[in-house]
């Protein structure tokens, strides 16, 4: 049974900076595609950093630039890492990691990222 847990969302100035950490497990999650997506209030769920089993990474143009993705592959578990620098209010919204693993999708539970003064 996999699961997926984010940690490291805030409340954070504007032109601030956070490490979103995804940390999935039990599972071999370690050749799949992950994900970061974001939903700001009254908005749909955007996919916005994808990477994958190489750390091959892609950013959705608003936040390239000021956000980087990483991960770690490691026996049980593969962490994946965004990086969030020069943060905007704009930026503010719950971020969810996703993977699929078996034709099966996994979520993360989200984390609040909160961006005002």
């Known amino acids: 049974q996999g699961q997926l847990v984010e940690s490291g969302g805030g409340l954070v100035q504007p032109g601030g900076s956070l490490r979103l950490s995804c940390v999935a497990s039990g599972r071999n999650f370690s050749g799949g595609i992950m994900v970061w997506y974001r939903q700001a209030p009254g908005k749909r769920r955007e996919l916005i950093a994808a990477i994958d089993s190489a750390g091959t990474a892609s950013l959705e143009s608003s936040v390239e630039g000021r956000f980087t993705l990483s991960r770690v592959n490691a026996k049980d578990t593969v962490t994946m890492f965004l990086d969030m620098t020069n943060l905007k209010p704009d930026d503010t919204a719950v971020y969810y990691c996703?993977?699929?693993?078996?034709?099966?999708?996994?979520w993360g539970q989200g984390t609040q990222v909160t961006v005002s003064s």
């Open positions: 996703h993977t699929n693993c078996l034709v099966r999708d996994y």
